[in-house]
Nanobody, 124 residues
């Protein structure tokens, strides 16, 4: 299987910055899209930003102009640079990846994987 390991969360004051990282491990993995989602207390999980293997990106309206998603295809790692953070950005941030991995019997169909989540807290 494939594991997604996130890092970079923490506590920051409003207006500050954080950079999240998500690295893949386990089986040889060929991700198509990789993305960051977030879930605030009492709210549904929502898409924050997504990037395809070709580098196409899309963002939630609430983070456009403040967050930047990028990826290192050689390392199967995705990043989320978060600037001008606001208290409403406080949430658990989850990494998501969809793609095929190399099982003992060959390449699988497209599967989805989630990281364990990393807490981002923005104080006012």
């Amino acid at each position: 299987q494939v594991q997604l390991v996130e890092s970079g969360g923490g506590l920051v004051q409003a207006g500050g910055s954080l950079r999240l990282s998500c690295a893949t491990s386990g089986r040889i993995f060929s991700p198509n899209a990789m993305a960051w989602y977030r879930q605030a207390p009492g709210k549904e999980r929502e898409l924050v930003a997504r990037i395809t293997s070709a580098g196409s990106t899309n963002y939630a309206d609430s983070v456009k102009g403040r967050f930047t998603i990028s990826r290192d295809n050689a390392k199967n790692t995705v990043y989320l640079q978060m600037n001008s953070l606001k208290p409403e950005d406080t949430a658990v941030y989850y990494c998501h990846a969809a793609g095929r991995f190399l099982a003992d019997t060959g390449w699988t169909t497209i599967r989805e994987f989630w990281g364990q989540g990393t807490q981002v807290t923005v104080s006012s």
